[in-house]
């Protein structure tokens, strides 16, 4: 879906991409998304880009501190400076509130936030663990339509929720549950009549020719 206008969200995405900091699924949905002819974004993107190189024609070249996108992320998302890193690491006391809210996180079915993975393919982000690199999403598949060959970089569960679900020669149905090892190849995953699936993998995994 194209934007109308500038938003908060297309400014956050936007940055993010320019400066490489979504993973490869998000960034993958957002050259879709470009590529569906979206003039706001192309524009913001290319204001970015010429930021970014000019950036780098000036600085030397330097190790990135592991710290720097995560500052990142929360300067786009408004945090406060309460909830930066302070005195040799350690964090500023949070409110009780604000505590149990990063304690505690609850997702509903009607919040949105599916993007576009692949052409009839969405996917809705959960939860991402930055220390394993493990992401928690669902991914919703009209029916016909099929996911690359790729291989896991990592151990790879999923869940079927509804519809059915062909991978590794076996039909899958609601509740039946399907594990691939690090290392190993879907050569193909497809539905006929469409599924939605609970997704816990690594946030990058290779994509293979087809064969």
């Not at 297309?10 to 993973?23: I, N, P």
């Not at 070249?61 to 890193?85: C, F, M, Q, Y």
């Not at 079927?160 to 609601?174: N, Q, S, T």
Request: hydrophobic share 40%; aromatic share 6%.
């Amino acid at each position: 879906m194209k934007h109308a206008a500038l938003t908060d969200e297309v400014v956050e995405r936007t940055a993010l991409y320019a400066l490489g900091a979504l993973t490869q699924i998000e960034a993958r949905a957002f050259e879709n998304h470009l590529d569906d002819g979206c003039a706001i974004c192309q524009s913001e993107l290319d204001q970015y880009q010429l930021t970014v190189e000019a950036l780098a024609a000036a600085l030397p070249d330097a190790e990135p501190s592991p710290a720097v996108r995560e500052r990142l992320l929360k300067s786009i998302s408004g945090a406060t400076a309460d909830d930066e890193v302070q005195n040799a690491g350690e964090r500023a006391t949070a409110t009780p509130a604000l505590a149990e809210a990063e304690t505690f996180v609850s997702l509903f079915a009607d919040d949105g936030g599916w993007q576009k993975w692949d052409e009839g393919i969405l996917f809705k982000p959960l939860f991402i663990d930055e220390t394993t690199g493990q992401m928690t999403s669902l991914v919703r598949m009209q029916p016909g339509t099929a996911l690359p060959p790729h291989q896991h970089l990592g151990v790879e569960q999923f869940l079927i929720i509804e519809g059915d679900c062909h991978v590794h020669g076996e039909r899958l149905g609601p509740g039946d549950y399907h594990r691939a090892m690090d290392g190993s190849v879907h050569e193909t995953t497809y539905t006929e009549t469409g599924t939605t699936f609970l997704l816990v993998a690594p946030k990058e995994y290779r994509i293979l020719e087809s064969r």
